[in-house]
């Protein structure tokens, strides 16, 4: 009777082991950098509502940004959604219209967790202007949790490692620049 119960217990084991969901870690970080991707092309676009939604929207949400011209740190989802809401309405847009701007992303490393992740990449801001161009180097670190199937941002940072003289030239022309996500 008791090799019926161990072999019954070994076999429910083995059943909740083979049960539980393997994260598929190449498909995650794939939909981890699209979000990230996507909410990159939204803040270019002062798209405020669809930036937001990339978002998890709580008391441990924080943005350190960090470059030639400042350091701000901020704390709690109120706070990041007053940036946002800053950058994306309230000073909607504060680039001069004959300036393009391009943004690259490589260099990722995820580390995939069942419902979190975080995110190292370098990232390039490419300012064409009529007579000029200037590129903005950083490095941003991602922390990204999964809510209801999908990746959000619970922490951002972005650090300036370059520019620090052009940042100046794009300043005296009204260019927000160190405000990226």
Same mark, same amino acid.
């Given at each position: 009777?008791?090799?019926?119960?161990?072999?019954?217990?070994?076999?429910?084991?083995?059943?909740?082991?083979?049960?539980?969901? #393997?994260?598929?870690? =190449?498909?995650?970080?794939?939909?981890?950098?699209?979000?990230?991707?996507?909410?990159? #092309?939204?803040?270019?676009?002062?798209?405020?509502? !669809?930036?937001?939604?990339?978002?998890?929207?709580?008391?441990?949400?924080?943005?350190?940004?960090?470059?030639?011209?400042?350091?701000?740190?901020?704390?709690?989802?109120? !706070?990041?959604?007053? /940036?946002?809401?800053?950058?994306?309405?309230?000073?909607?847009?504060?680039?001069?219209?004959?300036?393009?701007?391009?943004?690259?992303?490589?260099?990722?490393?995820?580390?995939?967790?069942?419902?979190?992740?975080?995110?190292?990449?370098?990232?390039?801001?490419?300012?064409?202007?009529?007579?000029? #161009?200037? =590129?903005?180097?950083?490095?941003?670190?991602?922390?990204?949790?999964?809510?209801?199937? =999908?990746?959000?941002?619970? /922490?951002?940072?972005?650090? &300036?490692?370059? &520019?620090?003289?052009?940042?100046?030239?794009?300043?005296?022309?009204?260019?927000?620049?160190?405000?990226?996500?």
């Amino acid at each position: 009777m008791n090799n019926f119960a161990f072999i019954g217990a070994l076999f429910s084991v083995f059943f909740m082991i083979s049960c539980n969901e #393997q994260v598929d870690t =190449e498909s995650e970080k794939k939909a981890i950098i699209d979000v990230i991707n996507a909410e990159t #092309q939204a803040y270019m676009d002062f798209d405020f509502e !669809e930036v937001i939604s990339y978002y998890v929207h709580d008391s441990l949400n924080f943005r350190l940004t960090t470059g030639a011209d400042d350091h701000v740190f901020l704390e709690g989802w109120e !706070e990041v959604e007053a /940036f946002f809401r800053d950058e994306l309405i309230d000073s909607n847009p504060n680039t001069p219209e004959n300036t393009h701007i391009a943004v690259e992303k490589n260099n990722y490393r995820i580390k995939v967790y069942e419902n979190a992740a975080y995110v190292i990449c370098s990232e390039k801001w490419t300012y064409t202007m009529p007579d000029d #161009q200037i =590129e903005i180097k950083s490095r941003q670190v991602r922390f990204m949790e999964k809510v209801d199937g =999908e990746w959000k941002i619970t /922490f951002l940072s972005f650090i &300036g490692t370059s &520019g620090y003289e052009e940042e100046e030239i794009l300043e005296e022309m009204g260019v927000d620049f160190n405000s990226v996500s």
